[in-house]
């Protein structure tokens, strides 16, 4: 018998456990070991019927995904689900954790299905750019009809054991937690109340009104509009129809022909590396695992504006105190008002009850007082990107704080080392850079300085964690790694704007490789004067900033949707970015002053410079250890700017079209006149001349 899966008896029950930590995944040995398990199961004249259960702390939770790059092994999946399905003992599986993709479409060949109350199912395929290729589109509608088996499928989303057991997708739910003592109960009761082999292939009864019905039409249509670019999900509609049209065994070969297809596909790939990447840049690679952690049981959060606030919620969400500290009862009276607001309209969506509301208030408390922070584990500072504020702030924690707290800064571009100067506890001081909206967006970019303590580090990517966040740990420079590509980018987009592009068109080329808006709507969003006052600065400074179009929009007080008028315009109350022909006229103005003349721009240009350019700072970022591995840029990029997951974030990206093509256009763009900004980051042209991919460093 397999290591993996074991065969017992109890009394008339035949047990199969399987137990392959983490998470029982169907690995090949699993796989053969359920296929012996169960032929052991029909041989066993004692046992009448049989038990399929998993130790650990989850039923199985699909497919391997590691092993989708290696060539497959026999048994496949189906073979196995097919072997349950026909054993002529009836088979019970008690699910408890996540049953997810393979592991739930096993349960679902199996005759008898009851969960734990806390167990969840679901067939999460499509958000690796899959579709459930082990009959689970052919046996799920025959279990809950066409509507919720579209919603499942094309969504991934998981159901409660309560709300699967209302869709019939299990036959009962149990009342205490004890997985095998349950399960062993329910299989008991099938052999004493003689229940027989009941097929989910035979049963026809849902299938009868999805056949005449539009529920697939309308899906289609749907899909149009919230996976727009992407592959499976049109494809998993397209198997689910099946279920419909053809008879079993011919629709699981429609499904087969389907699954290959998004197997083969790159957004396939690109989310499969999203996946592992976001669990991978919590392992960093030179902090050890067993690195302490400090004990974090109360937050202050310094700034009650939206950033402060967002980010308040986050603590108070997962229970943890927050003390909000502002300068002056006004703002700070507004900052709570506006998290009340938030809440209460979660609220109104049905998110959170009304005691939910009141309860995540009671934990934030606000003050004007310095004092009230004498006790907190950590202090976040969440004011204007000023340096000389932030400074003066955190002397006065330094002053404040108890030993031991870590002092964060919320900044998006200032140097940590030069705010941590400020206290006698640099080895205390670290980035905290959350993204707007705070309570919303998943990446946390937690910035070391140069003396941050491994115990910092490491206690900051835990509380990522806890708040229910992406932590990725970047080093110190001006805008880390998302901002410092960022404004790459958009230096970039204005370029080509200057250069003959109009704004809407290189928004439109962002929109349609997959980013949820493109350059001048997100800075009409985050406002127009935010660059702006940078720019000023850095021109005081004495740095050389050359003029742009988007200067005359700031000074003629155009700071985007805030005045309703930025590089676009926007209607009352409306988000809707309208192209605007007075800033199409400011912008040709710009040209002639500038003695530019405007050439047409194709989408491939646009495309190759906006990306290239991020491309290459990026090479920049990883050469300078700024980001560790091209992962942690990846996932920086899909969590806090919407790259699309399915092509996998930048880096990846980059690997998938080739760098010697990348390189290349960089070298193009480079020989242009005006165009040293596209000096080739060394370690780019390293890796070609190499023949590398970022994902080999
Ligand atoms: C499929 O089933 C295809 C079939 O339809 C057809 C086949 C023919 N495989 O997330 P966590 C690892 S497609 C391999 O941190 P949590 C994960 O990488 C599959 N490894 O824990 C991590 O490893 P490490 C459909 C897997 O408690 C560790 O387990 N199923 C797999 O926050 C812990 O994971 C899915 O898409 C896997 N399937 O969440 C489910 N799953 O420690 C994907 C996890 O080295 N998985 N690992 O970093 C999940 O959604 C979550 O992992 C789960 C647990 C909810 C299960």
């Known amino acids: 018998m397999s290591e993996v899966v074991s065969y017992s008896r109890k009394g008339q029950v035949g047990i199969i456990s399987v137990n392959y930590p983490p998470v029982n995944a169907l690995g090949q040995a699993v796989r053969s070991g359920l296929l012996e398990a169960v032929k052991q199961g029909q041989a066993d004249d004692e046992a009448e019927a049989l038990l399929l259960v998993c130790e650990g702390r989850t039923f199985i939770a699909g497919a391997d995904i590691r092993e989708f790059s290696k060539p497959r092994q026999e048994p496949s999946l189906p073979d196995v689900i097919e072997a349950f399905e026909n054993s002529t003992k009836p088979i019970i599986v008690a699910l408890h954790g996540t049953a997810l993709g393979g592991g739930l479409e096993l349960a679902m060949g199996c005759h008898y299905r009851v969960a734990l109350p806390s167990a969840k199912v679901g067939l999460p395929e499509v958000k690796l750019g899959l579709l459930p290729g082990a009959g689970g589109t052919q046996r799920l509608p025959r279990l809950c009809g066409a509507q919720k088996a579209l919603e499942m499928i094309t969504s991934g989303d998981f159901l409660s054991a309560s709300e699967a057991l209302e869709h019939g997708i299990v036959d009962a739910v149990t009342e205490s937690s004890d997985i095998a003592a349950e399960g062993l109960a329910y299989a008991e009761q099938a052999i004493t109340k003689g229940w027989p082999v009941r097929r989910v292939r035979d049963l026809e009864g849902k299938l009868e009104t999805g056949r005449d019905s539009d529920v697939f039409e309308q899906f289609r249509t ?4 919230r996976a727009r670019n992407l592959f499976s999900p049109f494809k998993c509609v397209d198997a689910v129809e099946a279920a419909f049209q053809l008879p079993f065994e011919e629709g699981l070969k429609r499904e087969r022909e389907l699954f290959l297809a998004c ?18 840049v919590a392992k960093v690679p030179d902090l050890p695992t067993d690195t302490p952690v400090r004990d974090i049981q109360r937050v202050g959060i310094i700034g009650a504006g939206t950033m402060g606030g967002g980010i308040a919620m986050n603590f108070a969400n997962v229970g943890i105190p927050v003390c909000l500290l502002e300068a002056q009862q006004e703002a700070l009276d507004r900052g709570i008002a506006m998290i009340r607001q ?21 934990l934030i408390e606000p003050t004007l007082s310095y004092s009230a922070l004498a006790d907190v584990d950590l202090v976040i500072e969440a004011v204007f990107e000023d340096m000389a504020i932030k400074k003066q702030i955190f002397s006065r924690l330094d002053e404040v704080c108890k030993p031991g707290a870590i002092l964060a800064s919320n900044t998006s571009t200032l140097s940590i080392d030069e705010i941590a100067s400020t206290t006698r506890r640099p080895e205390d001081v670290v980035g905290m850079h959350f993204f707007s909206p705070a309570n919303v967006m998943k990446l946390l970019e937690n910035v070391r300085g140069e003396k941050t303590s491994d115990e910092v580090k490491a206690t900051v990517m835990a509380i990522a964690k806890r708040i229910k966040k992406v932590g990725v740990l970047v080093g110190n420079c001006y805008g880390f790694v998302g901002n410092r590509m960022l404004h790459r980018r958009g230096a970039e987009a204005i370029q080509l704007v200057n250069d003959g592009a109009t704004p809407q068109q290189v928004d439109k080329v962002l929109t349609d490789f997959g980013f949820p808006m493109g350059q001048f709507a997100m800075s009409d969003l985050a406002g127009i004067d935010v660059g702006y006052r940078i720019r000023q600065e850095r021109r005081k400074a004495g740095e050389e900033v050359p003029p742009t ?14 005045t309703q008028a930025g590089t676009y315009r926007y209607k009352e109350g409306s988000r809707k970015p309208i192209p605007d022909p007075e800033v199409e006229a400011l912008i040709r103005q710009f040209r002639e002053e500038q003695g530019i003349t405007a050439r047409a721009i194709d989408d491939q240009e646009i495309l190759e410079r906006c990306l290239y350019v991020m491309i290459n700072e990026g090479a920049k970022i990883l050469e300078e250890g700024i980001a560790t591995r091209a992962l942690d840029i990846d996932i920086t990029w899909i969590y806090g700017y919407g790259f699309p997951a399915y092509r996998g974030g930048p880096m990846f990206w980059a690997d998938q079209q080739g760098l010697e093509q990348i390189l290349d256009g960089i070298r193009r763009f480079h020989a242009q006149p005006g165009g040293e900004q596209w000096r080739p980051a060394p370690l780019l042209e390293r890796l070609v001349a190499e023949g590398k991919r970022f994902a080999e460093l």
């Open 222 to 225: 749907t899909l149009q509009q």
């Open 263 to 280: 197997m083969e596909s790159p957004q396939r790939a690109g989310l499969v590396h999203a996946f592992f990447s976001e669990r991978d």
């Open 342 to 362: 938030n809440y209460e309209n979660s609220a109104r969506k049905g998110r959170l009850t009304t005691t939910q509301v009141e309860e995540r208030m009671a």
């Open 549 to 562: 179009w988007m200067d005359k929009l700031a000074e003629q007080g155009r700071f985007g949707q805030k």
